[in-house]
T-cell receptor, first 115, second 110 residues
Framework: EAGVTQFPSHSVIEKGQTVTLRCDPI?????LYWYRRVMGKEIKFLLH????????ESGMPNNRFLAERTGGTYSTLKVQPAELEDSGVYFC?????????????FGPGTRLTVL | KNEVEQSPQNLTAQEGEFITINCSYS?????LHWLQQHPGGGIVSLFM???GKKKHGRLIATINIQEKHSSLHITASHPRDSAVYIC????????????FGPGTSLSVIP
């Protein structure tokens, strides 16, 4: 079975441009999470979808970030306009259920570089 | 202060050495994860535990809930073990939101 996939693996854009990251969770996983690691900091939670609904978006840094999960399958995270401080690695994870013991499976991450 | 701390921050070991990475946390948790990230690579989940000890190959993870402490041990270390090891916890409440430690960068020299 395929794991969590993310596209692209690496994106380099200029400040002010728009970038869209994509995450495909494991098939059948209702829960999808976005995390990011910016330079020198620990990985931080961004938001959580249950199917197509945003369950928790308390970690989204500002309104330049927009996440969607139309149809409850794959998710996109759009950054518009991108700023230098948005550079980092964006991880996606999915899990089947929502108990404390349901493991989250992580994708390979998208490395975003804003110049 | 971060809710999840790790030590050491960086670790260099000779091949074959026994390695211990420590994690301490300050919140009540439902589960703790040990994750591995290779340079340029994604995150792989090594263990998820809520009590006691788990073993997988040369890796052993232990947790002491009362002391809010976990350790990851690597026996007979190998250069391919070189990676960043991340401790992450899930709170008792808001357990969907994983809190990550800063990571321990391990380099195993042949």
């Amino acid at each position: 079975e395929a794991g969590v996939t993310q596209f692209p693996s690496h994106s380099v854009i200029e400040k002010g441009q728009t970038v869209t990251l994509r995450c495909d969770p494991i098939s059948g996983h209702d829960n999808l999470y976005w995390y990011r690691r910016v330079m020198g900091k620990e990985i931080k939670f961004l938001l959580h979808f249950v199917k197509e609904s945003k369950q928790d978006e308390s970690g989204m840094p500002n309104n330049r970030f927009l996440a969607e999960r139309t149809g409850g399958t794959y998710s996109t995270l759009k950054v518009q306009p991108a700023e230098l401080e948005d550079s980092g690695v964006y991880f996606c994870a999915s899990s089947e259920g929502r108990t404390p013991y349901n493991e989250q499976f992580f994708g390979p991450g998208t490395r975003l570089t804003v110049l | 202060k971060n809710e999840v701390e790790q030590s050491p921050q960086n670790l260099t070991a000779q091949e074959g050495e026994f390695i211990t990475i420590n994690c301490s946390y300050s919140v009540g948790i439902s589960a703790l994860h040990w994750l591995q990230q290779h340079p340029g690579g994604g995150i792989v989940s090594l263990f998820m535990l809520s009590s006691g000890k788990k073993k997988h190959g040369r890796l052993i993870a232990t947790i002491n809930i009362q002391e809010k402490h976990s350790s990851l041990h690597i026996t007979a270390s190998h250069p391919r073990d070189s990676a960043v090891y991340i401790c992450a916890v899930r709170r008792k409440t808001s357990y969907d939101k994983v809190i990550f430690g800063p990571g321990t960068s391990l380099s195993v020299i042949p």
